[in-house]
């Protein structure tokens, strides 16, 4: 599972070692599940994959954690993408294309949000590229309809423009906010 492959590198500070240990088991999990796959153990590869998809969820439901040392998205779209690839490769088209668009999902739905926080909702509109991409390129294999594929690029280029607005809006607040304690003065 190439897309999935981590190497842990030596954490330069005390931060980075405790962003590091909020997604260790994640990684663990995944670390796990890629050498089983590659050993060809494919029903202890799934269960791993499967509870590093469920620390993935955790991690998402938990903003606080939200400075892991991988962006959540990316955590999400490896998790998903892991347990589709190991669907496709035994045959399991309808699986496979169910984790793609949880994956899609969830990155779309989050980056609605009106109550995420910011950051992780630019953070998923960054990483829903890939996703959408990977997506696209799955159901294009697959003979899904030209409609059906464009109502999903139309969702991500909508979501994309409205939280490109809320930035802009949000750097107008910041800069006027600065501003502001000058003309009062």
């Not at 931060?15 to 990684?27: F, L, M």
């Not at 990977?134 to 423009?161: C, D, P, W």
Request: charged share 20%; net charge negative.
């Amino acid at each position: 599972m190439a897309y999935a492959k981590l190497t842990e590198t030596n954490a330069d500070n005390s931060i980075a070692n405790d962003n590091w240990q909020r997604d260790r088991t994640w990684k663990q999990l995944t670390d796990k599940a890629n050498k089983a796959y590659s050993a060809s153990q494919i029903p202890l590869a799934e269960a791993l994959y499967r509870d590093a998809l469920e620390k993935a969820e955790m991690l998402f439901e938990d903003e606080s954690n939200s400075d892991n040392s991988i962006p959540l998205p990316v955590i999400y779209n490896i998790s998903c993408h892991n347990l589709a690839e190991l669907c496709e490769h035994q045959g399991m088209t309808d699986e496979a294309a169910r984790f793609y668009k949880q994956a899609y999902d969830r990155l779309l739905s989050t980056a609605n949000e009106p109550c995420a926080a910011l950051q992780l909702r630019l953070s998923c509109m960054q990483h829903l590229k890939h996703t959408l991409s990977v997506l696209i390129h799955f159901l294009q294999r697959n003979g899904a309809s030209n409609e059906h594929m464009g109502k999903l690029i139309q969702q991500a280029h909508h979501t994309a423009y409205r939280v490109y607005q809320i930035v802009q809006h949000s750097a107008h607040f910041d800069q006027c906010q600065k501003e502001r304690p000058a003309l009062l003065s």
